[in-house]
Every structure is written in structure tokens, then in C-alpha cells.
């Protein structure tokens, strides 16, 4: 199976068209795969007692982090829905949906990222070389985050940048109420920007679908809670989270 | 038009319409030889490139494939002759190399899988873009050719000027005048300063250039199609780097050249080679896009013209600037022609003209009907009427202040013309036409239409000379004929033939006519172009006729006694005018001329005869009378073709749609030698001129330097409901002094005089408005009446 | 570069019902072609501009051919030539608008064997994507048509997403103008689309003109008398009188109480990938006098939206007088 496609130039010359959108499927079922597999090995290994969500709230997320973190997520869904239901053979109108939920993700993340660079404490989301050690060592327990969400973060945001920027080139070859389009984008570079932006879409289903998955699961479903209303509670704090590393603030109401 | 001819200006079944009216006529396409291959083209995709590289070992794998042909494989040509095969494609859809297989499937299929790797180069769709500083050159070697390569920018201002329609400033490589240009501006009483455009259009050969070729030992014989037969064989020879005599060329009939196939183009060779290659016959059967691609278009013309007119309605002076589009090959005759045009067809007093011939990458150009006459017929007979409205003159009035006479002059050296009576057309015209009732309403308005009333005139040069004729008697009485001619489609093979007939008064159920296919004997003839053919080869065909006349004279005497002057000719007999039961039958005289041998039966021939004619005399050497001559006749000047037309239209605001309501064309060409031929030039020629200034189409993308138009539909040639359904015709009829039959031909003029006279009822019918464009089209009239932007810059080209 | 004209090899059914065609067609899904009267077909397929691996030829199949009143208005096989729509008494007395468009339809010979089914669903004439060229509509992912210096005098004014290309036919005007109905064969089923909905641009779907997939077989085109022996008007404007595409069409019915339009549907075609309804106008329309000054009063909303190209602002214009012309009794 081919990774990308190739159509011909103006001049009959190969170039890039696009990811082969035959790997959706397989993405999707690898994803499945993985759940499948991380299922059936969590059914195996006995379970933890879980912490109590009862007792004092300590403050996880905050309401701006709360409604960004949601406003990217409903926006990366509908975007890869109307990106990828065309594809597969569901005709509606979806360009004009589509560049609008690109610009409010593009907003978010920008808003995002300037507020975690500047505002926040940037460091949490950083791996950190003792960050490695987190699944080698029993009862090491990380910071703010674990690494295994530091990487889901990470890999999220190359995947959205990509998507996002690749994303920002294609919509100005299009029409829009600011501009008429330009549609001059050399073949292949537009080429490599199909390609770019399927292969971080195909990404992005993939992880989407994983992170969506771990935020269901039983043991992690208190940090979807907290990404829903803001706190944890000290127990399932100081089961996870090392005080030393994070020091969450209490919240206003318990 | 009754005369005292037996067969000038009379009507004849010319041999070749039974072909053509049961389709058993055979083009090149139809032939079939044991063993034979077909062959298809690879042609670029890009419109300036380089090879780099062609991979074919895919396709040479495939069962069926017999082999490539490349440029490798044929000679190479300097720059920008036209090779047959290149390594360096100037054009989209310019021929890079030919693929052979068992069958055209096959070899179709072996193209797909033939990897070429080209190298882009800076390419040029427009002649401006090529003259603007830093502008890129359509050939590696230069971007103009005044007659040889070089290179040409202006400066951004030069430019800027040109692009705006003022006066241009840029350097022109050609110019040439006469008389005192200043002082005719300074004596006219209205000037009129225009910049206009004509489009290039394709050719649009109905028949594609298909080319069969094989080899019988050193012989190659090649079915084409051509417009011209006896002209091809030189060239087409060289083109095979073998001896004239090595060459059997067949062209019996030939599906429409139009300019595009006057002689040996490139394909013509390309089987040739590739059959030597394969030592198998090869068909290479060129597909209708192909035809688009390597069948040629009109030269394009950007200019700016002032013409001053005294209160007369003379014309005093004509200032002509021409920037041509050449496409990417050698050609560019069409300025210095369309000078030439209005240098006759006004005669004005001084007269510059200056040229620009740029090469651009798009398909190459070639003569097409009237090349340059026809675009500036377009242009200039607008502008006269324009000239006749300030002046509060009548329209066909102004064309008959400055019709030429026989003391016309022309061209640069204002040499004199054999005879003209371009008056007497313009009045018959006007006349038949009702002009003075019908000129009332033009310009009259009925609901959303228009009417549209005007007059356009042509000018082509209409005659050569110094080409051979060569007729026979043979013993069983028969006079052949034979024609070197072409037959491109206006039956001047025949016709032109019984000129010698007439002389010979010899009747046509007797006459034999061979053409088509050099190994029948075919003397040395000119081109099948430039409305000459009529002209040139009356004379010819008159000088062998008058030779066999006066052998046969000769003869008589011998035979019968007394002075060849002694003897006439009446009712395919010689007999002695004193005593007409000393006579000889025709068949008698072949006979005793067999008998005598040497010049008589063509077994010795004139030292002056072409080449071609001295192999066609020993081809038919002690087979009857031969009477064989190359022509001398004097000629004074340029035999001008002239015509008229007339049109009424009615053009509707709202669409911006016209219909063509009357038409009435006038040939002025001397004697009238075939009527219908001279109605099928004149209405055919008018249908052509409708589709220049209206409606046919040359688009290129600048991006890419893709054509728009590779198909007829694309490429919008008139249809049968975009002409009118009764087209008129008439003709001066007046003999021209230097043809022994009078006449002149007429086929280039009868394009341009449509033309004009649809361009003039456009304008007629907008107020006097000038597009000075061709072709006008609906867009341009509804943004003209909407007061919106034409979608085209004022001086682009390749835009419809 | 693209030069053919050499048919390829290809696979060939000859169904003789509807049912089996259709069954053929899924089976193979994208790579079968439905061949009706050929007119748009072999252009592609001799081209070699597109590569299906068979054709499904619909001539032998019997119920889909002709002409026939209905109780409720007039149903044309789809499979009915140009020819035969053209010269139908029947067709002419109640929807002479039809009868109009089929008439302009190319040239004699293509009407000869051109079929209606094959009228509305052929596809665009976009100089580009004619070409061969791997454009938007053709799968790939750019548009040479609406470039900065593209060649696009023939293109749309109206919905253009990503693709330029316009609707070339000039009976759908005339069907949808009529509110026709278009009878599709989906999986052992008849679908009922009308005709206004039948056809779709490129934001819905970039590379179909219809709703049309595989395995789907428009089998009729069934007009009601709703707007039977009404007032009407048709006009084709194109460069050439025969064998050229609309630059730009329309088509009218108007139902008239006492010279005064109660209701009316009006189309121009070749200016969007699908037939225009001029709902503006439409709507306008309602309640006033068919005559000049009507038509001078709501000509202007027709190119309401419009969105111009390098090329193609002269479309403006000349909408708005055939739409004056159509208002004009």
C-alpha cells in the first residue's frame, strides 16, 4: 500500500497528491487494535484500589484551561469529521465548516500557547529527564503530568501544528469572505501540503481516538472530570501525583 | 458570362467529384500496403523544454512494439526551421519522438509507458512578454527573427506605451516606406490613430496530416496530403536526403490545407525515416489534436496604425506598426503582406511599415488565406469607415476615391500591377447590393437588434510565373493533361488545364487530366497558395498547349505539305486553312509524332524546364505529341486578386449575437475561367472571414502555456446556422492583359473582403464603435454595452 | 501529452433489463461506465482522459426508451434521443421550453444519438478537465481554471467551490424549470430525485455533477403538469448557432392570472455546476405584470452573488437580459 498518492502536473509530470487515504482504515484499526490490547492486559493485572474522589478538591485545571482544552477538542472533532467523511463517501457541505473550525483551533492554540509559554508553568509539560524513569521505577510518581500524558500532549501538538499550519497554507488557496483565492500555489509545494495534513489528520484520528479511549477508562476517568470541572480529589492526588513535583491549590468549593 | 470561349468560363465536372460525392476518393489515411506498421507521436507537454533523457526500454518490450524513432534518427535543422523530431520541443504538443507497433492500439499503449524526462524552459505565450525587459525568449537561440535569430527588448516604457495603444516607441528590426509620410499626415484632414489585435487561429485542416511511406529498394513513396503536388517533391527529397527522382509522392486529394500544407512539412518525412528504420511501411495517422498542434495557425498581429485622410476621402498617409506572432518556428511574412495589402488597396500617397517578428511557444504559424492581408483588412477597413464618418462621406464612396487601377502601385518599391478594376467591382457590388437603399438602415434599431450595413474589400497577389506546363496527344486521340497542381479543394488542377484545352479546342470528354501522384508525369509546378495557381498555371498550361500546337502544325506540314503556318485547328483535327481536306486527325498526328521522335514525342525536351518536368517528359518520351514549355510570358507587375463584399447583419444588444441577414461577395479577377469554382472560392472564402471576425477561437493559458482549442468545438469554426443560407456572388469579369485567358485568382481576397465587411457592420451597428480586435465576440459586445472592462488587456493576444 | 483518439480496449455489456445493468454497474463499482448514446463517453475514453474497465451499454434495455402521457404529466425514458424530445407533439404542446432545449442541443448528429439521460448527466466542459489534466474535479487538488491568469470566460459565476466548472447541459434547464422528476434505479429500487436536486456542485461533491453512483440507473425523467401549457421561454446563448455550449441559457414557466405572473420557475444554466433557479426573481416576480417594466425591475437580481472570474464578468450582463427577455411577452 502506497503511503501517499501522485497525480500529474499541469505538464504531465508526477507529483504529490495526498496521503493514500487507504491508511484511515488502517489507523483506525490499529487503534482498535491497541485498545483491544491495552484491554485485555488491564482485564489481566489486578486492579489497583482506586481513590477515593471524595475530601478536599484540589484545583487541576482551571476554567480558561477547561474551556480551551474543550474548544480544541469539539473543533479537531469537526474537523476531522468533515475532513475525513467526504473521503470516505458522505457528500455534504463541508469545506465551509471546515476552515471555520481550522480558524477556531487555530485561535485556541494560539491562545494556548501563549498562555501556557508565558503565563503558566510552562516547566509542567516539559519531559524532564527524571520524567523517564516514571514507568521503570514502582512508586515514582510523576508531577503535574505523567509522562505517558506529556507524550500524548507532545504528540498531539506536532500533529496539530502540522495540521494547523499546513492547514492555514491550503486555506489561503481557497475563497473565503476576505479574499478571493489566489490558487497559486506551486503543484508540488501544494503537493506536500496535502500530504503534510493528511499524514498529521491520519495522526491526529489515530490519537484522538486513543485519547479519547484513556479519558473513558475507569482508573483515568477522574482526570476527565477534572478536565470538566476543574479538580481532583487530595487522594487521587497523592495516589498519582508527587507533592514534591505539584502542588495543586485547593479549590474555592468542596 | 457567356463568351466565345469552348471552355473558359464554363462550368465542368472536374474528375476528382465522383471521388468526393461516393467517398471512394482515397486520402492518405485510406492506403494500405502488405506488412505496414503504425506509428504514433509522443508530443511535449511542456511548451519549452529540453530532453533529457527517454527511457522507451518499457514500451520496446511490449509485444507488437517494433521500435522508436527519435530526433536522434533524423537529420537536425538549424533554428527555427522546423525539424521533424526535437530534442528541444518549443510547443505544446511538439513531436518528440514516434513509436511503431503491428497495430495502432499497440502503439498507442507502448506511449504511455515511454518515459521522457524533459527539462522545463522559460516560456512565452505572448509576443510582449517576450519584449519586456528581461522577458523570456520562446527559443534558446533569440526571441525575433527579421530573417534571422536575434534578440529583442524594449525598455518598460517602450513597453507601456505599446501596451496602452499610444504611438509605439520600442525598436522595430523591419521597416520599410515610400513617400513623404510626414507630409501626408500634414495634408489629411482627419487622422485616425488605432491600436489594434488579430488572434492566430488554427488552420483546422479537416483532413489530419495521416502520411503513409515505404521503400521499394532505393525508392520511397509517400501518400500525403498536400495542398500543392508537383512543388512538394524538392523538398520533400531533401527532406529524405534522397535524389527527386527516388521520390513517388501521392496527394490526390487533400482534405484542406489552407496554408497549413503548401509544401513538405515535417511530418511529411517522419514515416519515411521510420519505415527505412523498421524496413517496414509505416502509417502514421495524425489525430485531430495533433492536427492542432502540428497543423499550424495564422500569424498573430499586435499594432498600432494612423492613417490621415484628405477631405476627399483619399488616403494620404498610412504609418503601419506590426508586432507578429510567429509561434516558435520560421515564418513572418504576414506584416510586410498586410503592408502590402493597404499599400493597393487604398494607394496611399506615403506609407510606413515597421515590424516586430516575435517567437512565442505556441503552435507554429504558417501562411493561412490571405496571410496579413486578411488581418488588416479587419483592422484598416474599419477604420476607413471611421474616417468616412468624420469626413461625411459615403462608406462605399471612400472605397471608390482609392480604388486601384491598372496604374496601381504597391509594396515598398511601388511596383506597377498587370491590371486592376477595383471600381468597377465596388460598383457592380453596390449595385447588386442596393447599396445606396440598403446603407439607410443601418445602424436602425428594432427592439434589442441592430442593423448593420457595410462594405470590406481583400487583396491578395494573385500570379507567378515561370512554372512548366506539359500536355500530350496520344494516338488514340486523347489530350492529357497533365497537372502538377494540387488539389487542395478549389478544382485549379482541372481548371487551370483547360486553358490548354481552349487553345488546343479540344473537347473535355477527350481531355484526360493527371494528377496527384508524381510518377504520373507531372510537370514542375508552383505552390498551391497565395491565390496563384489560377493565374500561373493558365499560362503554363497555355505555353505547353501552344508548343504541342505548333508541333503539331509542324507535322501537318511535314505530312500533308505546305508552311506549319498554313494549318488551323478546328474539331480535334489540323488541317491547312486553304483547303480543309488536307487534314489530319489529333490521333494521327500522335501517331506520326511517335514516328518522328525527338522533341515531338518528348524524347528531347527544352533546357529550361524544371527538373521535375524533364523527368516527367522522359517518363512519357515516344508516347504521342509532347508539347512541353516552361512559361515566359511576359508579366508587367503584381497580378492583384481583388474583392468585395457586402453585407447586412443585425446584431442584438442583449445577447451580443449576430446574424449575417445578406451577403454579396465580388471577385475581381479577370476572366471568370470556372464559375462555380470562382462561387465556391468567394462563399467559401466568406465563411472562413465570418469565422475570423467572430468567432474562431486561439486561446493559451500564459501560466502553463496550455491551448485551449484542440478540438473543433473548442476552436468554434463557423457552422451552417452561423452563416447566411444565400450567399451571393458575382465578378467584374474584365481579362487581365497578361494571362492569355484573362485571368487571376481570387481565393485569398475572398476571405478577406468577408472579413471586413462583418468587422465593418459590427461597428456599424455599435454606433462606429471600434474593437480593433479580431474576432469580436458576444463578450466583448454585451461588456462593450454594459460599460463593463473587456476581460482582455487592450493588446493581448491568445485571449479567445 | 494527451493526443489519443485511439479507443482503448474495454469490456462491454449489453444488459437488456435495468435490474441486471444496475447489478453489473455495482459490481464493478467506479471502474464500470455507463454508456448511452456515447456523445460524452468516447470523448473520454478515446482521450484516454478516463479509464473505466467497462462500459455498460443501456440501448438493449426495453422500458426506457420513449415517450408516454401519464396521468399526471408526460414520462421520457432516459434513453429517448435528443432527436425524438425534440420533435414530440406532446412534449411541444405542454413543456415547449423542452422541446426548445433539446433543439439546441449540439447538431443534428448528436441529437441523433445523444439521449436525454446522457443530456443531463454529461459532464462539464471545462477546457482543463477536458484535457486530461488532474484538476479538482478529476481527484487531484487544484483548479487551473481559477488562477491568476486562467482561461475561464466559459466559467461559473455562482457556487463555485475550489471547481469553476459549469453545468453544459441545456435540457436540465428546461427540467428543472418544469420541476421534472428524476427516476434513478438504486439497489432493486426506484429513487425519486427532482431534478433540481438531481444535479449538485462542487462543495457537495468536486468530482460528480449528480447525484448519480454506481450501481444507479436514471431510467426516466417524469414531468408533472404542474407546470404543463404555461407561459414559457427558452434561449441559448453560445458562440456558435450549432454544436457549442450555452454561455449562458434559461429557461422560464410562468403561471399568468390576467396578464399578472402568480407564480414562476427560472433557470439559466452555464452559470453554475448545477442549473440556477433565480429564486430572487422568482419570488419578485409574484403578483406583477408580465412586461418590460417587470422585467427591467427584477432582471438585476438575477446576478446577485455572482462572483466574477478573469474572464467571465460578461455573464452578469447577459443573465440579466435573458432574464429581460424572458419577462417580455
Redesign the interface.
Known sequence: MEIVTV???????EVL??VSWDWLWVILALTFAAIVVHLLIMAVLRKQPRPSAAGKRLTRHDNFDRSFHWIMAISTLVLLFTGVL?IIGY??????IHWIAGLVLTGAVLLHVIRAVFFQDFGSMVVAPKDLKEPFEKGRKPGKYSLAQKGMHHAMTLLVLVVIGTGLVLFLQ??TPWW?????LA?ST??WM?VLHGVSTLGLVGLTALHVYFALRPEKRFYTRSMISGWISEDEFSANHDPARWMPDETARS | MSNEYLHIGKNFVPPDIYGKVTGKARYAEDYSVDGMVYARLFTSPMPHARVRNIDASAALAMDGVLGILTADDVPAVEAPNAAILTNEPVYVGDPILAVAAVDEKTAENALKKIKVDLEPLPFVVDPLASLKPNGPSARTEGNVYPSEMQNLQWSAEDLNRFQQGEEPTGAAPTEWSYGDLEAGFDNAAVVIEESFVTTGYAHMSMEPRSVLSYWRGNKCYVHGSTQSQSFVVPFLAGMLGIEQGDLVYISEYCGGGFGSKISAYPVLGLPGYFAKKLNRPVMLRITREEEYYIGSARVGFQGWMKAGFAEDGRVTAVDLYIVQDLGPRRTGGDASSAGGAISILYQPQAMRLRDVPVFTNTTPRGAQRGPGQNQIAAIFEPMLDKAARELNLDRLAIRRINAPDSSATLNADQGPVTSAYMDDALALGGELFKWSERVQRSGQRRGSKVTGVAVGQGYHSAGASGFDGLVRITPDGKLHLHSGVGNLGTYSYASTTRAAAELLKCSWDNCVVHHGNSSLHLPWSSYQAGSNTMFTHTRANHVAAMDLLTKMKDIAAQTLGGDAADYDIADERVFKASDNTRSMSYAEVAAKAIELGGAYSGESYPEDIHEVTQRAVTGIAGSGLVGVAKDKLPKRGTAPGLAVAFCEIELDLETGKHQIIDYLAVGECGTIVHPQGLAGQLRGGAVWGFGMASLERHVYDPQNGLPANVGYYQTKPPTYLDVPSHMGWAAVDKADPDSPVGARGIGEPAMGCATAAVMCALSEALDGHLFNRTPVTPDMIINHISDGPQAASLMAINTF | MAAHDVMPDIELFQPITVEDASAIAARLDGAGWILAGGQDTYGWLKDRAKHPGAMIDLAAIEGINGINATASGISIGAMTTLRDVMRDPLIAEKFPILTQAAGRVASPQIRNQGTLGGNVAQDTRCWYYRRGLSCYRAGGNICYADSPEGMNREHALFGASRCVAVSPSDTATALVAVDATMVIHREGREKRVPAEQFFIGPAINITHMTVLRPGDILTHVEIPNTWANTESYFEKVADRDVWDFALVSIAAVMKTSGGVIDDARIVCGAVECVPRRLRSVEQALRGKPRNEQTADAVAGLASGGARTLNHNQFKVPLMENLVRRALRT
Open positions: 497525480r500529474e502536473d499541469v505538464w504531465g509530470r497528491l495526498g467526504p457528500d455534504f457541505n463541508w469545506l465551509t481557497i475563497d478571493d483565492r489566489p490558487n497559486s503543484e501544494l503537493g496535502f
